[in-house]
């Protein structure tokens, strides 16, 4: 038993083997470990569909958007101003807190659009919508299968789940009606007007099937609220950890969006940072395992031995650590995968993934929004590094959290900033 559930740990090994494994499946274990059929959940079950109509914005819309990047550097920089502020002294800023709401704020602009991003209510909402669906599950979990049926009713996480959809609903209904306003009074109403976000997507996708908008926009949020927040957090933590990094990084970013600007062009030539961000999160993936799967049937391993169908499988990450694979494998090399890259190694960039580093999945539930948040994590971090001087207050060392499987970054991490004085 774990955190997560009841899991069946499979050795480093088997990566290859379950990847092609199609007995074993990660949507039907996220239905049942991540309660997708219970109220206030809904956000699970739009994950969870059959349909994949969600998976399929992300896999075909939310990764190919031209002018996505320029949007998350235009928020970015918003949030900045917004919560760091201008200073040019040195203070101390809560790192683990607006790492998160940075992530939130960049995301939105996408998922929901401009205006709705720049919503003070929008943005608590998704915040805490976030941290309480996984406040929920592990609340379920803490109970008996049988009573889980009764007690969801009344655990305050799950209440407040239902109550932030009810809120969600509420808010995206005026986008909703403007916009079916503005189609039914088009003067070319057989042509769709363009909104560059993933309310139409979902609409162009669905096709006319039906779907819960409200609850796409929560699985949004948490997927990328969660995950890529982690990423980001322990990504400048690292990079200030190392602080002979920040000029080279600097040095690097400036010279990309001088020649590109802040566009995915420009964003691909941040090669370090590239490096940087994948060994860290090849040193904390965010779970000691990965790749989960549920037996759709009885199974039987490579060593023969049969594993019955409903079971929940995962396999041990610590190829990550492998010395074989990995020299110096527990010290932090922000070059390693620039080398590895140069060498001509096709798995070295952030978004791709291989056997030996699988923080992303590997196979056919590969996470769909990786090249989307490679460029969020990047841009961020190349912005923040480009316009504020940032150090970890002296005296302190963050540290890895690991709850059970969980592996989370140090939750009272601060940072120490001013604003850079650059023309």
């Not at 101003?81 to 940075?102: C, K, L, N, P, Y």
């Not at 306003?181 to 979902?202: A, G, M, V």
């Not at 933590?237 to 802040?262: T, Y």
């Not at 940087?276 to 549920?294: C, H, I």
Request: aromatic content about 8%.
């Amino acid at each position: 038993m774990t955190t997560l559930g009841s899991r069946v740990i499979l050795p480093a090994s088997y990566t290859e083997w379950l990847k092609n494994c199609l007995d074993l499946d990660h949507q039907a274990l996220v239905h049942d470990q991540y309660f997708a059929a219970y109220p206030g959940m809904e956000g699970q079950r739009v994950v969870t569909d059959p349909r994949k109509i969600l998976i399929n914005v992300t896999k075909t819309k939310l990764n190919n958007q031209n002018g996505q990047c320029a949007l998350f550097y235009e928020h970015i920089t918003e949030a900045l101003e917004e919560i760091w502020m201008g200073r040019d002294d040195w203070h101390t800023v809560d790192w683990s807190q607006h790492a998160v709401r940075f992530i939130g704020r960049m995301s939105a602009s996408v998922f929901v659009g401009p205006e709705l991003a720049r919503d003070p209510k929008w943005q608590a909402l998704i915040l805490t919508s976030t941290m309480n669906t996984f406040m929920g599950i592990r609340s379920l979990r803490a109970w008996p299968a049988f009573l889980r049926p009764l007690v969801h009713w009344f655990l305050p996480e799950l209440r407040k789940c239902r109550q932030q959809l009810r809120l969600a609903r509420l808010m995206l209904q005026p986008i909703f009606d403007c916009r079916g306003y503005r189609q039914s009074h088009s003067t070319k109403p057989d042509k769709i007007e363009n909104f560059e976000d993933t309310i139409q997507w979902l609409e162009e996708i669905a096709a006319g099937r039906p779907y819960d908008a409200a609850a796409a926009q929560i699985a949004f949020a948490i997927s990328a609220m969660h995950t890529t927040s982690e990423l980001l957090k322990q990504a400048l933590l690292d990079i200030c950890m190392h602080p002979d990094l920040i000029p080279v990084l600097r040095d690097e970013a400036q010279k990309a969006i001088e020649e590109s600007g802040w566009t995915t062009a420009g964003v691909f030539k941040m090669q370090l940072l590239d490096s940087a961000v994948k060994e860290t999160q090849r040193l904390k993936p965010g779970s000691l395992v990965n790749l989960e799967r549920k037996a759709l049937r009885d199974v039987i391993l490579p060593n023969g031995l049969t594993i019955p169908r409903g079971t929940n499988v995962a396999v041990d990450s610590s190829m990550m650590w492998d010395p074989a694979i990995y020299p110096d494998s527990f010290s932090y090399d922000a070059y390693r995968f620039i080398r590895l890259r140069k060498s001509g190694n096709t798995t070295a960039a952030l978004a791709s993934t291989s056997p030996e580093h699988i923080a992303f999945g590997i196979g056919k539930p590969i996470c769909p929004g990786r090249f989307f948040a490679s460029n969020e994590v990047k841009i961020a971090l190349a912005k923040i590094l480009l316009t504020y001087d940032v150090r970890i207050p002296e005296g302190t060392t963050p540290k890895i959290m690991e709850i059970g499987f969980e592996m989370l970054s140090d939750p009272d991490a601060k940072l120490e900033v001013r604003k850079r004085n650059v023309l």
